[in-house]
């Protein structure tokens, strides 16, 4: 008997392995077609460091597929509809997809289940990309949590996250397979400029690239992790944020291997990084709950907030984006997302505080640069941690809380190997005037090959005067408030 055909449509689960809509389609003896749509008219659509990354991601998951005899369909066009088309064209009887929980991918979701219904197709949704579902998640009261801590520890209460699911079998070959676009006709990569030429030199998207990340982690930077996350010049994070973020690995595998690896060298050390990973589930909890996360401040009394909107304010945001505010730690971390498509997550914070505290700018501009030109740019973590950064977000860090960028820089990078290295018109300056070269006399600037002004910009704002105009700001929204 002929056996019948199943659609697998990925999404941000770019994988093969432990991809429980796959493993069930292939389980279930199905003959199973891959489908990705490239949907430019529902939502938000990828920005550009994070089309270089799925072009790259895509070319890795159509071999793995291939080794499975699974083909992969590319098509672009309106999400719901294209995948019915697609499912009509190759007269599949059950449609199988993981599921995300931005308001699209909801919506999504629901239509497809009642076309499917209407149509006598089975459907067959799964969690994939989070430990558990961002709905079933409530407090006492029932509600949603807005603080990370009781949030992480109620899921800690819980049953440890289910064992990566095994690498499927290989399927026979299929037949009558609908036509697919050719990747390269997507135009994801750019060109004229390759503004993205060094992210080879970082990075290697698909599960095989993820999973080296994760083993040289494991081998070296989680015992750095605790003591050294904070530290940019020095790589003790794991960097699988981007590899996260298009699910070329679960949250599952990196739980259970960051386990495993620990307890076999005796010391379990993995509870700081797993947190972190809790985060990633945290921001998507709140933007389940709270779709508009990327555009409405989470605390509506941030509507009054009287951000810069004048002559100056382009400028400004241009310097920032370039990363020639005058401030060395800034500058490095702008200097380092342009370079690489990712930064560090302390000078995440620096850069994020210095746009919105020091410069007055609406945190919604930088979301959107770093929507741009993050090859991890999230839905979920960017608008969190954003809101996070702005004071505007649940659980913010509070308005009045302003990162002075001259200390943090002392403190978090006190040999300057980040800030030379991604600023290296400042490399010769000794650690004591490197993260404040203002503060030198012009002849030892001089010595040091540095004329500010010319050869590295003098500071954009002064920092105690934007402190206090910052602080004003703030005591405004709370006098608004209390009129
Ligand atoms: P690790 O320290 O190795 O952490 C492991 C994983 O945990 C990360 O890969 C990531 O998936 C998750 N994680 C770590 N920290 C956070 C956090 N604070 N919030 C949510 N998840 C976290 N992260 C994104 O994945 N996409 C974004 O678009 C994004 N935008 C950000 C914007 C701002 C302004 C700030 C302050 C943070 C942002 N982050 C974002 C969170 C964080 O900076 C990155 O996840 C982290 O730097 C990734 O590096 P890593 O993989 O080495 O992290």
């Not at 993995?270 to 972190?276: P, R, V």
Request: proline share 7%.
């Amino acid at each position: 008997m002929p056996s019948t055909k199943a659609l697998v449509v990925f999404r941000s689960d770019l994988r093969v392995a432990d991809n429980p809509a796959l493993f069930q389609a292939l389980k279930g003896g199905h003959s199973v077609i891959a489908l990705f749509v490239l949907d430019e008219e529902s939502g938000r659509a990828y920005g550009g460091a994070s089309r270089w990354w799925l072009h790259h991601s895509l070319t890795a998951l159509a071999k793995r597929l291939c080794e499975l005899n699974v083909p992969l369909i590319l098509r672009k066009g309106p999400l719901a509809q294209t995948v019915q088309s697609i499912a009509t064209e190759a007269g599949v009887s059950a449609l199988f997809w993981n599921r995300s929980y931005d308001d699209v991918s909801v919506a999504f979701g629901r239509a497809l289940k009642a076309w499917g219904a209407e149509n006598g197709m089975e459907t067959e949704s799964h969690l994939a990309n989070l430990l558990h579902e961002p709905h079933a998640t409530l407090t006492k009261s029932g509600g949603h949590f807005k603080v990370f801590t009781p949030f992480w520890r109620n899921q800690l209460s819980l049953d440890a996250p289910r064992e990566p699911l095994p690498s499927p079998e290989s399927q026979a070959p299929v037949a009558d397979v609908p036509a697919s676009d050719a990747l390269a006709d997507w135009d994801l990569l750019p060109t004229r400029p390759n503004w993205a030429k060094q992210f080879p030199d970082h990075w290697t998207p698909g599960e095989d690239g993820a999973r080296v990340r994760l083993n040289r982690f494991l081998e070296t930077g989680i015992t750095l992790y605790e003591e050294a996350r904070d530290m940019p010049g020095v790589e003790a994070t794991s960097g699988l944020s981007p590899h996260l973020r298009f699910g070329e690995i679960s949250p599952y595998q990196i739980w259970h291997r960051t386990k495993r690896v620990t307890e076999q060298v005796g010391r379990d050390n993995s509870d700081k990084f797993l947190a972190e990973i809790g985060w990633r589930e945290f921001s998507h909890h709140l933007l389940y709950h709270h779709p508009a996360l990327a555009t409405d401040n989470f605390q509506t009394k941030f509507n009054a907030f009287p951000w810069r909107d004048d002559a100056e304010t382009s400028r400004l945001l241009s310097a920032w984006q370039k990363g020639e505010t005058g401030y060395p730690i800034v500058d490095a971390g702008m200097r380092q997302l342009w370079q690489t498509g990712w930064m560090h997550n302390r000078v995440r914070m620096i850069v994020g505080s210095f746009l919105v505290k020091h410069l007055l700018i609406d945190w919604r501009a930088g979301e959107d640069w770093f929507w741009d030109t993050l090859v991890d740019a999230c839905p979920a973590s960017n608008s969190a941690s954003w809101q996070w950064v702005a004071g505007s977000g649940a659980d913010a860090a509070p308005y009045f809380r302003i990162f002075n960028p001259i200390l943090q820089g002392e403190k978090f990078d006190p040999e300057g190997a980040y800030v030379r290295h991604f600023v290296p018109e400042l490399s010769k300056l000794p650690n004591k005037i490197l993260h404040k070269p203002w503060s030198a006399k012009p002849s030892e600037l001089d010595y040091f090959g540095v004329e500010l002004g010319k050869t590295y910009p003098n500071p954009i704002v002064d920092h105690g005067a934007a402190r206090d105009r910052a602080l004003n700001a703030f005591k405004s929204l709370k006098d608004n408030k209390a009129a």
